[in-house]
């Protein structure tokens, strides 16, 4: 159980595009999903928390405008690079959790790669 | 604030040996829970172990252990027997109860584990 996909896995686009990654729990209902961007070597950086219904809270540094997050359900929420410029690619991973509760892990998808030309 | 430091950027290990991954951690929340991840080459973050803050005993999952230390903060990663298969970035995690924090995921910047055979 608590299965987390993502949609692509891999995404090429030209500069200027915008491109939308998608994250659902597969087996279970998620009250919250992370969104982390994480550069090669480097730790996995939170970019915002999205709950369902609501609109996402964003991280310091992380511009709303061009990471547009929407939790339209409690298996999914979507991430949207909008006009996207080639220091946006990343890999992008998302995460749910079933509650709120500490003990609660994150469970993670696979995460997407994003090369901007 | 939450505070993750995993001090081994690399370590080495010979297959069938056990190893220690260092993790310490600062937080003011009473109340905390403590993760480690694996993330292998293709990118997926595998959950591993949890530890909560109050637990009198510390965590085992198969070949992985938690050795816990409240006083000293730390929480390091035991892996026994260690198979080839284990190498892979390792990421020490929290997860705190502030309120308004979401019950965010603090990581560490990680720990390159390379299984020698």
């Known amino acids: 159980g608590a299965v987390v996909s993502q949609h692509p896995s891999w995404v090429i686009c030209k500069s200027g595009t915008s491109v939308k990654i998608e994250c659902r729990s597969l087996?279970?209902?998620?009250?919250?999903m992370f969104w982390y961007r994480q550069f090669p070597k480097q730790s996995l950086m939170l970019m915002a928390t999205s709950n369902e219904g609501s609109k996402a809270t964003y991280e310091q540094g992380v511009e709303k405008d061009k990471f547009l997050i929407n939790h339209a359900s409690l298996t999914l929420s979507t991430l949207t690079v909008t006009s996207a410029h080639p220091e946006d690619s990343s890999f992008y991973i998302c995460?749910?959790?079933?509650?709120?509760?500490?003990?609660?892990?994150?469970?993670f998808g696979p995460g997407t790669r994003l090369l901007v030309l | 604030a939450q505070k993750i430091t995993q001090t081994q950027p690399g370590m080495f290990v010979q297959e069938k040996e056990a190893v220690t991954l260092d993790c310490t951690y600062d937080t003011s929340d009473p109340s905390y829970g403590l993760f480690w991840y694996k993330q292998p080459s293709s990118g997926e973050m595998i959950f591993l172990i949890y530890q909560g803050s109050y637990d009198q005993q510390n965590a085992t999952e198969g070949r992985y252990s938690l050795n816990f230390q409240k006083a000293r903060k730390s929480a390091n990663l035991v892996i026994s027997a260690s198979q080839l298969g284990d190498s892979a970035m390792y990421f020490c995690a929290m997860r705190g109860n502030s309120g308004g924090s979401n019950y965010k995921l603090t990581f560490g910047k990680g720990t390159l584990l390379t299984v020698n055979p």
């Open positions: 087996d279970f209902q998620a009250t919250t």
């Open positions: 995460s749910a959790s079933r509650d709120s509760s500490t003990q609660e892990t994150q469970y």
